[in-house]
């Protein structure tokens, strides 16, 4: 069902357009991730839609009377409101109907006029459907989950709003906007500010909601997980693509294939054509020259393609340290009472790439310190290996002087060997070009001064890379592209990030702080996230195990000639022989395989309604081969 619709939407600033005359559909259960390089006016656009910024042209259209809301960015909570209260304010107007329902059904205990008794007993019934329909009877239910989900304690609950930090009254917003459920939702960096284990319920309640949604977000990780559609702001105009991000880069990447070589085939056959007319200008081949130039004119031209990208970021070459960059052993940093984590032991080969993640305040930096000789840990050892030569990038891009210039800032220190022409091609290998690299620090956006301060580590030969959350300030794009260059740089990284898809496309090893342990993981962040769901599914079915030895079903007397005989298991589905399953199953993965297949292609990206048909028909595809999983485990278990 259509829910929002936008027809040649046009907004700019000073006469340049930061989008134009662009249109799309939002319908429901579709959970679009909106991308596009850092300006290109994605929040500018989110703004029209909310009705708190007005187009310059074009037309938006809330459909079939539909719903929409917003992340609120300011916090502004009634006096003496508890965090419960203000969280359960999102429900207001459907309490307003529990309410008058009370009411009715109150005046119908004590009615005895008939006629009044019947209009009063079908408002009953339409106000129990309302209620009913929207779960109102467990709207308590509901913000306790919420308000946990993002975070909260439960004896935060009675607590006055307007006592909690900044960031965690963005959480009761956000909390607020998800329990009002409308029918179209905005957000704007909704992980922003959250830990891993809030961000992982977040993913998971978004993705199981049918609203429509429109989320801006630098989390890539995030968008893979809730997102099934995608749209690209780029050069002023909208590009919708299907499925993931993940789908998305790939999608996006082939389209600009196929068009680059769309673009070169009919530039090489234009080449050949005003070639042909050149030297067939004069003589008797003119009157066909002249067929050839007014061909040419009805030519519609293809524009060359252009693609969203980073700076192309690469590190120097560097010298070979010893095999084993780092050895600690047993090692523990407490202060006073505050144990941050105790012996914790590993080695970093030369050449690895090691990923930290953790919590805010659970010693990730605590541990770079250490490593780096800068602070003493309580007890334990490090060994560094010999010829190592680190470079550390701290939060805060301390190493870079805010008074400089860019190249200045940036250049060694009594070095002769450089000149002013390699540091410019240095910093261009960084992406920073031009009149920008004369500029002083402090002027530099987070991003370019993140990408300057990488310059800075090259430079000094660092073959060992410290890096604590170098991707905070960078975009999409500049990410990826330092993902890339980290993935070629012949030294070792050491980094610490809480981007989990950073963490996948770069590590090989990982330390992960969490629940006052650490723990060391071979491999990369999917690596951990696969043991923790084992361990949580050991977990649960261990603790379900205690549950029925702790409540053994009672045998009925009857039955007292059977005890000690196990009862064989009801069945949920109908008798079925296994391999008519197997059949079933292949037949329905087959399906998938052809339909996920099917959306990649032009002809079906390209035309909305057959896209929104395959998505469905893959969606009822997928829940019938889980179902039929079910029934296979069942008849394999039973049929014997």
Known sequence: MLLLSCTNLSRGYDATPLFDEVSFEIHVGERIGFVGPNGAGKTTLLKCLAGIDEPDSGKITLHAGARLGTLVQVAEFPTGRTLFDEAKSAFDELMA??????????????????????????????????????????????????????????????????????????????????LSAPDVMLLDEPS?????????????????????????SHDRYFLDK???????????????????????????????????????????????????????????????????????????????????????????????????????????????????FENLSFDVPRGKRLGIMGANGCGKTTLLRILLGDEEPTSGEVQRGHLVFPGYLDQHLALLNPEKSVMRAVWPDDDPQHTEQKMRDLLGAFGLHGEIVEQQVKFLSGGERSRAALAKLTVNGANLLILDE???????????????????????????????????????????????????????????????????????????????????????????????????????????KVPDLEADIAAAEKKISDLEAAM?????????????????????????????????????????
């Open 97 to 178: 109907t529990q309410k008058e329902f009370e009411r009715v059904a109150e005046e119908l205990a004590t009615c005895h006029d008939e006629i009044r008794r019947k209009q009063l007993s079908e408002k009953f019934d339409r106000l129990t459907e309302v209620l009913r329909h929207h779960d109102a009877f467990e709207l308590d239910h509901k913000v306790e989950n919420v308000l946990s989900g993002l975070g909260f304690k439960a004896e935060d609950f009675a607590r006055d709003a307007n006592t909690f930090s900044g960031g965690q009254q963005r959480r009761l917003l956000l909390a607020k906007l998800l």
């Open 470 to 576: 170098p991707t905070n300030h960078l975009d999409i794009w500049a990410c990826d592209s330092l993902e890339e260059a980290l993935k070629a740089y012949e030294g070792t990284v050491i980094v610490v990030s809480h981007d989990r898809y950073f963490l996948n496309r770069v590590v090989d090893l990982l330390i992960v702080f969490a629940e006052g342990t650490t723990e060391v993981v071979y491999g990369n962040y999917d690596t951990y996230e696969l043991l923790r769901q084992a361990r949580e599914k050991a977990a649960s079915e261990k603790a379900g195990n205690r549950r029925q030895q702790a409540a053994p079903e009672a045998i009925n007397p009857r039955d007292s000639g059977s005890a000690g005989k196990a009862a064989k298991p009801k069945r949920k589905f109908p008798f079925r």
């Open 226 to 340: 809730v997102t099934n559609k995608t749209f690209e702001l780029h050069q002023r105009k909208i590009t919708s693509y299907p499925g993931s991000f993940h789908q998305y880069v790939r999608l996006r990447d082939e389209r600009y294939e196929r068009q680059k070589k769309e673009y070169e085939s009919q530039r090489e056959y234009i080449e050949k054509q005003e070639e042909y007319i050149r030297r067939a200008h004069y003589g008797q081949l003119a009157k066909q020259a002249q067929s050839r130039v007014k061909a040419l004119d009805k030519v519609e031209r293809i524009e060359q393609p252009t693609k969203v990208s980073g700076p192309h970021i690469r590190f120097s070459e560097v010298a070979r340290s010893g095999d084993n960059v780092f050895h600690v052993e047993d090692l523990t940093k407490r202060y006073g009472d505050k144990l941050l």
């Open 600 to 640: 990649q292609t032009p002809d079906v990206y390209k035309d909305a309604t057959r896209m929104r048909d395959t998505m469905k028909d893959l969606e009822t595809t997928k829940d019938t081969l889980a179902r039929l999983y079910q029934h296979w485990e069942e008849a394999v278990e039973l049929n014997g």
């Open 192 to 216: 922003n500010h959250l830990d891993i284990d809030t961000t992982r319920w977040l993913e998971n309640y978004l993705a199981q909601q049918g609203e429509g949604m429109l989320i801006v």
